[in-house]
């Protein structure tokens, strides 16, 4: 028996069919058609980007702000009766289509207080 390298024995591939022999397999694997992409509008764009450019330079500004947004969910509530949960309403914050925009604000507002004012920030958390 005359075998090289090359014709030494190879491991299969399992493709989505049967197996296939490893020199016979495609290197990229074959992806299924998808619908070109739609351009979407965002229109909540421009208050992103209002949102994204305030500056907290001033210290009662930034009071105001950690004490506006607040530091968790105040819709999450657990409903319960005699020490059974009855009812559980998940954080709707997440919905809210500028959540991240109005966090990073506050978290602005918080890291000016404490860096740039020195100030103790516990009773914000």
Known sequence: MNSSKNDETKPSTLVSWGWVDQ???????VTPLKAPAKPTIDLLSPVRQWLDKIEVKDVKFA?????????QC???????????TLLYIPPLCKLNPVYDEVVALR?????????V????ISSYC
Do not use: M, N
């Open 63 to 71: 009071h105001f702000l950690c004490k506006q947004i607040p530091s």
């Open 117 to 120: 004012c020195g100030e103790d």
């Open 107 to 115: 978290f602005r507002a918080l890291c000016y207080l404490a860096d």
């Open 74 to 84: 105040p819709f999450e509530r657990r409903v319960q009766f005699k020490g059974r």
């Open 23 to 29: 020199t016979y397999a495609s290197s990229s694997p």
